[in-house]
Structures are given as C-alpha cells and as structure tokens.
C-alpha cells in the first residue's frame, strides 16, 4: 500500500526538519502526498495497520516532543497546493500557504484576508487552529471547509455557528482536512498594499521573527495580554539551554540553537505555575503539543 504512494515515504524522519522551532523527534512514518489520492492511500495504510495518523502543514504552531511520532505523519505543506478564484470567492487547497494566498487575492484586487498577514502558516493549519489576529480570525471568512473522511469518502462543511472558537475548529472526528472555501471583496489593490505592508512593519518591530518559534505559546486569557502576565512575572529573557522566552515578546519561547522539546516544555511549566501562582489564572497553550514524552 505505502508502495503505491507517489508522494515522498520516509521512515523515522526528524521532525526537526519540519516544525518552524526546528524541534522534535523522529516520525516512525512520514508520508508527503502528492495529491488527494495519495491521502487515502496512506489512510488506508494506517487503518489497516492500526496505526494513529498526525496531519500537519508547515509545522507553525507545533511543538513536537523529543522522542518524535509513533504512527503515521501526514505533511500537506507542499501538496495541494493551488488556489482558485471565482469572484469574490476562493477556494484554496490546505497546502496553500496564506501569504501566498493573501498575495495572489491582492494582485486581482481583492482583499478581506489583511488582519492575518504576517501569520506563518498553511491555509489547512490556519484553519485548522482558528488562526487570527485581535482584528480577526480565518473563520470569520470560511464558507465552506472540504475533507477527506478516513474511509475514503469525500465531504463539504458548511460551518455554522460555534464552529470556530478561539484557536479552535470543530472538525469531523478523523478526516484530514484538504481545503477551504474563503469569502474575500474587492478592494484596490494600493490599498490592501499599504495595509500589508503596515501590519508586517508592525510585526517585525514587535516579535522575534528572526529566531525559530512557534508563534504564540500561549491563549490570551478574557480581557488580559498572556505575554504581558508573563512579563509580569519576571520571566521575559529567561533561557535554559537553547530555549528561550523571548526578551522581544514574552508569548514567544524562540530556539536560539540546539534547544530540545524538554526546554520549552520546562520553560512552559514554570511559566504556568508563576502566573497561576501570582494571579490565579490558569494559562492554556496556543501551540499544540505531539508526540512522545
């Protein structure tokens, strides 16, 4: 079966070479599809062997444990790839980056996606986590979402009400989402330029976008900023082994070299237990944690 896949197999892969933190173990199986029928395939492969199926895309929001994947990883980013546009619509496969995306809308004058310029991530992982900014999220212009059920059989959600919550998507129970639906409007292209260029200026003055990271580590709590409670607690700067919380951006863990899965999660507790301590908030993660302990 996994030799009729067309796409890339590899056995016990680092998935270090996968993950934006430049973190994690190795995958017992790592499948790159070429294309949806590849997806099945591989599907088929873990359902016969019993094996547990992980999906990614680029690896943004990810923290993969030292000792890597039991079971099958499935990449998208590099695997439907291709978005179309049929007026003010979209209608993007889950390995379409989102700049890309952001990108190839602007240039046919049409904008809508600009609050989420800047976030690192394909359009199935953005999704998939609900990704946004404090202006708005991928959800709110998601009319459809397409997947691939785990017995092969391909589906459309429409989602409705509750679907999306904050970094949340309510997906069916297994299957691998392939691409989405997304509703844009016309805008000129100078305008929506402009904003891009502003927001990614903004960025880069604010966040560690030169250091490996996985983005946000943390959920913003009701009306409170994660990284300013962070801050408040003195641990903004603070570094074990090559981890670090970052001195630019207290929501952000970056890898300054050789930092294992270990360090950030060490860094992760002691950031809970402080603020839960001095403020009785209790910090949820934003990056989703794999893998083997």
Request: net charge positive.
């Amino acid at each position: 079966m996994l030799g009729e896949i067309r796409g890339e197999v590899r056995f016990k892969e680092p998935l270090s070479f996968h993950t934006s933190l430049r973190i994690g173990g190795p995958a017992d199986f790592f499948i790159v599809p070429q294309d949806v029928e590849d997806i099945r395939l591989a599907l088929a492969f873990a359902d016969k062997e019993l094996l547990p199926v992980e999906v990614i895309g680029g690896g943004n929001n990810l923290l993969v444990r030292d000792r890597g994947i039991r079971g099958v990883v499935l990449k998208l980013e590099g695997c439907l790839g291709r978005a179309e546009f049929h007026g003010e619509e979209a209608v993007a496969g889950a390995g379409v980056s989102l700049s890309a995306l952001i990108r190839e809308a602007a240039a046919l004058n049409l904008g809508g996606l600009e609050c989420l310029v800047g976030i690192p991530a394909t359009i199935g992982g953005a999704v998939a986590m609900n990704a946004g900014t404090p202006d708005g999220w991928i959800g709110d212009f998601v009319s459809a979402v397409y997947f691939l059920h785990p017995d092969g059989m391909l589906g459309e959600f429409k989602p409705g009400p509750g679907a999306f919550g904050y970094r949340m998507f309510t997906a069916p129970p297994g299957a691998v989402l392939i691409g989405a639906r997304l509703r844009l409007h016309r805008r000129p292209h100078a305008e929506i330029q402009k904003e891009i260029k502003q927001r990614l200026k903004q960025k880069k003055a604010t966040q560690p976008l030169a250091l490996a990271s996985a983005g946000c580590v943390w959920k913003n709590p009701p009306g409170e900023a994660a990284g300013r409670l962070v801050e408040k607690v003195g641990l903004k700067g603070k570094r074990l082994n090559g981890a670090e919380i970052s001195a630019k951006h207290a929501n952000f863990i970056v890898n300054r070299g050789g930092a294992m899965a270990a360090d950030i999660l060490a860094l992760m507790d002691m950031t809970r237990e402080r603020v839960q301590h001095q403020f009785g908030i209790s910090l949820e993660p934003e990056v989703r944690i794999v893998g083997e302990g």
